[in-house]
């Protein structure tokens, strides 16, 4: 089954610190990875996808994300967060006939 | 830019009603998609639709439908709802050359 696993509910960072939301997923084939941000009572906003080529993709609002095949992880990062990068953090992998698969997400606390 | 449109941002109505959420895409995206968001659980596909007229089960569909009969509109039925489908409904679109899905701004449905 396709599936991505979010382990942490919460990051807290202080702001101006590097940004980690962690994500490994367990999919048959090339995965096709992404990442989304949701901001309070609103919808997703996607922010970067793999597919395939460079391990280090480069997305919106200064985010990027590595991807590792020998660790099958997506790890999102940023270095230097800010307090408006507080928002809940989705990672999700294709499947199927474009379906997406969800983590639970992650909750990411930028404390000023 | 691609815009995704849900009908209502909040609806409350009673238990045993009938309920429409409507969603619309100006993009001409093959695929339209219904999930499900409660905390902890991330996003749970209720429906897929990759054409007009076609739709595929996802992951909880029961007590649901949809229907699609024009290729920019997707609509989820609740036939007769429950107070265990109080959640946050977000739709979503995406196109056969585009991996990444577009997402609307959310309804939040609370069933009393």
């Known amino acids: 089954a396709q599936s991505v696993a979010q382990p942490e509910d919460q990051v807290n960072v202080a702001e101006g610190n590097p940004l980690t939301v962690k994500c490994t997923y367990s999919v048959s084939g090339n995965p096709y990875l992404f990442w989304y941000v949701q901001y309070p009572n609103r919808g997703l906003q996607f922010l970067l996808k793999?597919?395939?080529?460079?391990?280090l993709v480069k997305g919106s609002y200064g985010f990027e994300a590595e991807f590792n095949k020998s660790q099958t992880s997506f790890h999102l990062k940023k270095p230097s967060a800010l307090v408006s990068d507080s928002a809940l953090y989705f990672c999700?992998?294709?499947?199927?006939?474009?379906?997406?698969?969800f983590g639970k997400g992650n909750q990411v606390v930028v404390i000023p | 830019d691609v815009k995704v449109t849900q009908s209502s941002r909040y609806l409350v109505k009673r238990t045993g009603e009938k309920v429409f959420l409507e969603c619309v895409q100006d993009?001409?995206?093959?695929?339209m998609f219904w999930y499900r968001q409660d905390p902890g659980l991330g996003l749970r596909l209720i429906y897929f639709s990759y054409d007009v007229k076609m739709k595929e089960k996802g992951d909880i569909p029961e007590g649901y439908s949809v229907s699609r009969e024009k290729k920019e509109r997707f609509s989820l039925i609740l036939e007769s709802a429950s107070t265990n489908q109080t959640s946050m409904y977000l739709c979503?679109?995406?196109?056969?050359?585009?991996?990444?899905?577009?997402f609307g701004q959310g309804t939040r449905l609370t069933v009393v």
């Open positions: 793999y597919i395939t080529g460079d391990n």
């Open positions: 993009m001409d995206h093959e695929n």
């Open positions: 979503a679109s995406s196109s056969l050359m585009n991996t990444e899905a577009f």
């Open positions: 999700a992998s294709r499947y199927g006939n474009n379906r997406l698969a």
